[in-house]
Nanobody, 111 residues
Framework: QMQLVESGGGLVQAGGSLRLSCAAS????????MGWYRQAPGNERELVAR???????NYADSVKGRFSISRDSAKKTAYLEMNSLKPEDTAVYYC?????WGKGTLVTVST
């Protein structure tokens, strides 16, 4: 059984920073690598950032230049460094790896 556990969410003021972590219980092969998604109330879940096993990254336009995704393969962990946070970044952030999803961690950005 594969488990993904997110951590690092919380309440932060606009302009602040947070670092999310996603720890996997085991390694799997996924051509699309690991990714972070988010879902705000009333909105669909959207891709925030993704990183392949080869280290290739892609980002949603709304977070480019502010967020950075990375991974530590030895620790089976992915990270999402979020800087210059805006109120519109408020959402539940989910980790994805292959067919597996974490339960999410809430990020709230206040004005």
């Amino acid at each position: 059984q594969m488990q993904l556990v997110e951590s690092g969410g919380g309440l932060v003021q606009a302009g602040g920073s947070l670092r999310l972590s996603c720890a996997a219980s085991r390694t799997i092969f996924s051509p699309n690598g690991m990714g972070w998604y988010r879902q705000a109330p009333g909105n669909e879940r959207e891709l925030v950032a993704r990183i392949t096993s080869g280290g290739v990254t892609n980002y949603a336009d709304s977070v480019k230049g502010r967020f950075s995704i990375s991974r530590d393969s030895a620790k089976k962990t992915a990270y999402l460094e979020m800087n210059s946070l805006k109120p519109e970044d408020t959402a539940v952030y989910y980790c994805n790896w292959g067919a597996y999803w974490g339960k999410g961690t809430l990020v709230t950005v206040s004005t």
